[in-house]
């Protein structure tokens, strides 16, 4: 005989669900790993009681019950964390339905706040630089990582505002270890061409596995718009990313130090219409594993921009 229940109240209100264990990206489910479901029983009977799949995860049991009334089951989780985030799943018994939330942080071994990511983007994660100098009246913002998310060839982007109401996305792809930006090919923060197109592309920006030295570079981007001297140009440009440094000494940076850092050089290039690739500007972006970009320095001393990091970032 099949089990029948409700994971609904008396007023049609779904019961608690508690979601037990830690998940972490790359780490498979175990044991420790478990849902406990308020299910009301109306008749005994084997019973089977599941949620769908996402990040990578689902969860499902089943069993005989033999009495009716209140019951407090078990079920168990399987599958392994894809991306860190907080997923919203959906967990059904007998024509019933109730949500749920799984937050999933960066992987085990850890390496700081968000486990081995060198650019966690988990959400409500969120960091604090600085100006220096300011430019205009902007010194320090704040940059927090919001809830929603999109799907882009296969790479789901997340969104970080910033204090002054911008918005960047960035994505990593785990299997491979690359972040990506979904933006035009300016630095996280700072801006260098006076206008730009009304689309970004998309283009990795940091590679935790290349080697020292390594460079890649985007496509081209344009027409953008170089204010020089009072001399205005159009044209394309393009970003040129070489790795500089990996995990060598400690970076110590807004009263913190962290172990493991990348530098990466970015090297924005212009070309103007009829003309060949000139370098425009250059700086260095300093990514420390578990807590992202912590200092980023651009342009030559004495027209050098840093926007820094002044506390340690909290990762969620």
């Known amino acids: 005989m099949t089990a029948l229940g409700t994971l609904l109240d008396s007023l049609g209100n779904c019961k608690q669900i508690s979601v037990n264990g830690a998940y972490k990206v790359d780490v498979p489910l175990t044991t420790s790993n478990y849902l406990q479901a308020n299910v009301n029983f109306i008749r005994t009977g084997k019973y089977k009681i599941n949620s769908d799949t996402v990040n990578g995860m689902w969860f499902q049991d089943s069993g005989f019950v033999l009495n009716t009334g209140a019951v407090k089951v078990s079920v168990k989780g399987y ?17 019933t339905s109730c949500s749920f939330t799984v937050t999933t942080t960066g992987s085990g071994g850890g390496g700081g706040g968000g486990g081995d990511d060198y650019f966690p983007t988990t959400t409500a994660s969120n960091w604090t630089y600085k100006y220096e100098p300011k430019i205009g009246s902007l010194d320090t913002f704040r940059v927090t990582v919001a809830e929603e998310t999109f ?20 994505a990593k792809n785990s299997s491979i270890g690359n972040y990506y930006a979904l933006s035009t090919i300016d630095f996280d923060y ?9 689309y970004f592309i998309t283009y990795p920006f940091l590679k935790e596995r290349a080697a020292v030295n390594e460079s890649w570079e985007t496509q081209e981007y344009g027409i953008v718009k170089l204010v020089t001297g009072g001399v205005a140009e159009l044209g394309v440009s393009k970003a040129i990313f070489t790795i500089l440094s990996k995990n060598t000494v400690p970076y110590t940076i807004g009263g913190n130090t962290y172990q493991n850092v990348i530098a990466v050089k970015r090297e924005i290039q212009f070309k103007p219409t009829g003309g060949t690739f000139r370098t425009v500007t250059s700086g260095i972006s300093y990514y420390a594993k578990g807590y992202g970009l912590i200092d980023q320095v651009i342009g030559v001393v004495p027209n050098s921009l840093s926007i820094p990091i002044t506390r340690q970032p909290k990762i969620y």
């Open 190 to 198: 700072a801006f260098i061409f006076d206008s730009v197109p009304s």
């Open 79 to 95: 599958g392994k964390p894809l991306l860190p985030k907080t997923s919203v799943f959906t967990l059904r018994f007998n024509g």
């Open 151 to 170: 799907t882009i060839d296969s790479l789901e982007y997340f969104q970080f505002a910033r204090s002054t109401e911008d918005t960047f996305y960035f």
